[in-house]
């Protein structure tokens, strides 16, 4: 199975921007389609971005759609989700996911196996 790490999150000012990186070990990561979830406090964990494992289909949340954007690099087993004019609303502990499904860009949370454990957003008004 493959082990997933998230890093890069940390406390921004509104308008600023982070990458959050999502490191793979265990299984080469190309074997997998990765997805962006985030949970904000009080919610419900939502959906924001995947990536087919050749990354030629793109998805996104309507809410983060010419903001975010999410790549990977296979040679690196790294994936990665730029976040650009970051929201207060963006706050949120940020996760990514791997996926058996590898030739979609799944946005529902049952499609994803292997889960990392996430990395905080916090953007200030």
């Known amino acids: 199975q493959v082990q997933l790490v998230e890093s890069g999150g940390g406390l921004v000012q509104a308008g600023g921007s982070l990458r959050l990186s999502c490191a793979a070990s265990g299984r080469t990561l190309s074997g997998y389609a990765v997805g962006w979830f985030r949970q904000a406090p009080g919610k419900a964990r939502e959906f924001v971005a995947a990536?087919?494992?050749?990354?030629?289909?793109?998805r996104y949340t309507d809410s983060v759609k010419g903001r975010f954007t999410i790549s990977r690099d296979n040679t690196k087993n790294t994936a990665y989700l730029q976040m650009n004019n970051l929201k207060p609303e963006d706050t949120a502990v940020y996760y990514c996911a791997a996926s058996l499904l590898k030739y979609s860009a799944g946005t529902m949370e049952s499609e994803y196996n292997y889960w990392g454990q996430g990395t905080q957003v916090t953007v200030s008004s």
């Open positions: 990536i087919s494992w050749s990354s030629n289909s793109k």
